[in-house]
Structure formats: C-alpha cells, structure tokens
Antibody
Framework: EVQLVQSGAEVKKPGESLKISCKGS????????IGWVRQMPGKGLEWMGI????????RYSPSFQGQVTISADKSISTAYLQWSSLKASDTAMYYC????????????WGKGTTVTVSS | SYELTQPLSVSVALGQTARITCGGN??????VHWYQQKPGQAPVLVIY???NRPSGIPERFSGSNSGNTATLTISRAQAGDEADYYC??????????FGTGTKVTVL
C-alpha cells in the first residue's frame, strides 16, 4: 500500500525551530515529487513547495520562499519541512503529498501534522 | 501570479446535480485537478487532468475544462459528498496553485 506517514503534533513557542517529517512507503520514493501544503485554521489549502528526492531539486511557492526549508533523506524515504524561527502565524495543519511527475497532481496525502505556536 | 476563483458555497438537493466552478485566465489551456476534503481529514484527489477519475472515485464525479472555467460535477449527490472542494493547476510562474475552495452542502 502506498502511504505517507507524518510525524506527530507539535507545540512550540515563538522563535523556536522545528522540523517535521513525512515518510513514504509502498512506492519508489526517489521517483516522485513530495510537496507540503499548509492549511491554517478554518482556511483553504496553500501550496508551499516540493522536492524531488532523486536529485533534491526543490521548488518553493513565492509566498513561502525564505520562510521554510524543504529537504529529503532518500536513504530513509523521508521528506522534511523545517522552520528556523517559528511565529504564531505558523500555527496550522501541514500536509505532505506525493506529486505525479508530469502533471503535478497530488495523488497520495499524509494525514497531516498540527503545529501550534504559542507563548 | 495566477489565481483560481471558486464560489464560496454550493447547495444541492439529495439526488440532484451539483456543479462547482473554478475560474482562471485561460484555464482551458491548463490541466485542472480537483480535491475533496471532509472535516478533520486530509484532501483526496477526485479528478485529475480535467476529467479523469482515480480508482475508487465514483462515476458520479466528473470534470470539464474550457475557456476560463473548469467545472466539477457531482451527479446524484449523496450526504457523504458534503465536503470542501478545491481545484488546482500547475502554473509556470507560480508553480502549484489552489482555488479558494467551495463548501458543498447536500440538502
């Protein structure tokens, strides 16, 4: 079964760093893009960026460029999303999703990681 | 940047047809994908490349795309179809873009 398993919920303080993960299984991890999608409370979906684990090619939405870092460790089939200094406005649900290679639709999704940033 | 506009909400009577639009400049030249998101759950792909259904998605879900509007159609609507629906395209300048989302209510 193809699946993406995300790390658990996080509660952090403003200014702290954080790295959340997304582990793929049941398919060739290096042959698909993996992306991250933010959903703030009660709001819509926002695409953040993607990485191709095969060669670490990474692309960011202009809205998130410089705000987060996307990385991957293909040896353990895991993608990451990290922040160096969290803000309260980073409070949201974060989903990882596998992107089809040619048309970039998201055919497999993780269940999401809730990140809460509060002092 | 490329923008996709959807109606905030659509209501449909049980067993009738719901149509959800997604507007964008010359969207007919792009591949449009649709996602369903039920409360507390991750999104699920229901239509890809304008009109293709992934395995496991009922035939009641269909899509079309032309000009400046793409449409997701839900035929014979069921209570279980209540959800938020999002369109999505890949744009060369903005990369992935999601629509604003539509809440579908089955009456």
């Amino acid at each position: 079964e193809v699946q993406l398993v995300q790390s658990g919920a996080e509660v952090k303080k403003p200014g702290e760093s954080l790295k959340i993960s997304c582990k793929g299984s049941g398919y060739s991890f290096t042959s698909y893009w993996i992306g991250w999608v933010r959903q703030m409370p009660g709001k819509g979906l926002e695409w953040m960026g993607i990485i191709y684990p095969g060669d670490s090619d990474t692309r960011y939405s202009p809205s998130f460029q410089g705000q987060v870092t996307i990385s991957a460790d293909k040896s353990i089939s895991t993608a990451y999303l990290q922040w160096s200094s969290l803000k309260a406005s980073d409070t949201a649900m974060y989903y990882c999703a596998r992107h089809e290679v040619y048309y970039y639709y998201m055919d497999v999704w993780g269940k999401g990681t809730t990140v809460t940033v509060s002092s | 940047s490329y923008e996709l506009t959807q109606p905030l909400s659509v209501s449909v009577a049980l067993g009738q047809t719901a149509r959800i639009t997604c507007g964008g400049n010359n969207i007919g030249s792009k591949n449009v994908h649709w996602y369903q998101q039920k409360p507390g759950q991750a999104p699920v792909l229901v239509i890809y490349r304008d009109s293709n259904r992934p395995s496991g998605i009922p035939e009641r879900f269909s899509g079309s795309n032309s000009g400046n509007t793409a449409t997701l159609t839900i035929s014979r609507a069921q209570a279980g179809d209540e959800a938020d629906y999002y369109c999505q395209v890949w744009d060369s300048s903005t990369a992935e873009v999601f629509g604003t989302g539509t809440k579908v209510t089955v009456l």
